[in-house]
């Protein structure tokens, strides 16, 4: 298990089934490392690259047996996501329970952590909605106040109008989008 500043969780070998030529499929060992947001997996521990990246939040089931793989790895287990079922054997007992004890752990955080980046993605949004409103709200009262003062100028009042006509358009289309 590697220090917690490093974010990583656990590490380790672990065999992944992989597929090669269509429907045929191997194990091959793999270095995993798992953290809060991810399962990435290395084609060695000193590879700075991953072959493969698993968002932990997406795991929807988790299984483990005999009835996993085509029966040649003991200690395997599985991870149904959205873009499919994710294949992996331990090599002892102990390694795949540790495996599956810290990922049932990590998955309802993970999934927490998801839905507080994306309810802050919104508030941000939101944040620069309102702001822009803000900002052409005052930039039409800045322009009516001026179009009042140089109203002698037969030409700007009209051109003020149709602008600040514009603005409030853009207010309701903006206003319109928020609520979509």
């Given amino acids: 298990m ?14 992944r089934e992989e597929k090669v030529q269509g429907s045929m499929s191997t ?10 947001q991810k399962l990435q997996c290395f084609k060695h521990n000193n590879a700075t690259e991953p072959i493969s990246s698993l968002s932990v939040a997406s795991i929807e089931e988790m299984a483990y ?27 002892t007992s102990e390694s795949r329970e540790q495996w599956v004890t810290t990922l049932r752990a ?8 998801l839905a507080k980046e994306m309810l802050m993605r919104k508030a941000k949004r939101k944040a620069n909605l309102e702001l822009a409103q803000q900002q052409i709200k005052e930039a039409i009262e800045s322009i009516l106040r001026d179009s009042k003062r140089v109203a002698v100028r037969g030409g700007f009042k009209t051109y003020a109008d149709a602008l600040a006509d514009c603005f409030q358009g853009q207010i309701g289309r903006a206003s319109c989008r928020e609520r979509v």
């Fill in 65 to 91: 047996g005999s009835n996993i793989g085509d029966g040649s790895r003991t200690y395997a287990f599985s991870l149904t996501t959205p873009r499919g079922i994710v294949k992996l054997a331990a090599e």
């Fill in 27 to 36: 194990w091959k060992k793999r270095w995993n490392i798992l953290t809060l």
């Fill in 106 to 113: 990590l998955v309802p955080k993970a999934k927490v952590e």
């Fill in 2 to 15: 590697a220090a917690p500043d490093s974010g990583r969780i656990q590490e380790g070998w672990l065999y």
